[in-house]
């Protein structure tokens, strides 16, 4: 009687573990029984390539929405590091590097789900190690690139920072709220769009006007890129 019910405890205990802790489950019962060790290993193996797998599934999982259906072989589709709890926002790591052919100076995009969607440009490369890299965002207040503004393509300089801004604007430049800016500087993607004009202001000399900036996302809330490759 005694002996069942040693039993009796010893399998519910095994039962429980299996339920709430799988590993220590089959520890014990690696214990009570006469299973050959390899078997039991065996099992071990799978429990933890399970777990692997759960794992890069919910990661693989937010991304999926997100990700491109298809890039050329001239774009590097890259995931961001997690900068939590930090709001950094003047600097990303990506993952990729040397090793996917990234060089620093490269345009980093939003990354975009269909061809047909426009790209975004959120900063630029700045270093590179073997399987990551360095992204300076348009939120860095050394970034500066020339920019053009509005159906006119009036000239304006954007200066990167918590809050980029716009400046050097003409003051008889037709530009207002809402205008699309786009790259003009020969180190970047002509026309590429960056932002959208804010509010404008007149600059202090009153010879040129200066504006705030409105970005299409937040950076943040960004979880890929894209990275163009540029002809060496």
């Given at each position: 009687m005694a002996g069942k019910l040693i039993i009796g405890i010893g399998l519910f205990a095994i039962i429980a573990l299996a339920v709430f802790f799988p590993q220590a489950g089959w520890r014990l019962q690696?214990?009570?029984?006469?299973?050959?060790g390899e078997d039991i290993a065996g099992?071990?193996?799978?429990?933890?390539?399970?777990?692997?797998?759960k794992a890069e599934l919910a990661r693989l999982a937010p991304l999926s929405e997100i990700l491109p259906a298809k890039h050329s072989s001239t774009t590097r589709i890259a995931e961001v590091f997690s900068r939590y709890p930090f709001s950094v926002r003047n600097a990303m790591i990506i993952g990729v590097g040397e090793n996917d052919s990234i060089r620093s100076g490269e345009p980093v995009f939003?990354?975009?789900?269909?061809?047909?969607?426009?790209?975004?440009?959120?900063?630029?490369?700045?270093d590179v190690r073997n399987d990551t890299a360095t992204v300076q965002t348009l939120f860095d207040p050394k970034f500066k690139t020339?920019?053009?503004?509005?159906?006119?393509?009036?000239?304006?300089?954007?200066?990167?920072?918590p809050e980029p801004t716009l400046s050097l604007i003409s003051k008889a430049a037709q530009v207002q709220s809402g205008d699309i800016v786009v790259s003009a500087s020969p180190e970047f993607p002509l026309g590429v769009p960056l932002a959208t004009v804010g509010i404008l202001r007149p600059a202090e000399d009153q010879a040129f006007k200066n504006a705030t900036l409105?970005?299409?996302?937040?950076i943040?809330?960004?979880?890929?890129?894209?990275?163009?490759?540029?002809?060496?």
């Open positions: 690696r214990w009570f029984s006469w299973d050959n099992v071990e193996r799978a429990l933890v390539e399970n777990q692997t797998l939003l990354a975009t789900k269909t061809d047909s969607s426009p790209q975004v440009m959120i900063g630029v490369v700045t020339a920019v053009r503004v509005g159906s006119s393509g009036a000239d304006a300089l954007l200066i990167g920072g409105m970005f299409s996302y937040d943040a809330d960004i979880r890929v890129v894209q990275v163009d490759l540029v002809a060496p």
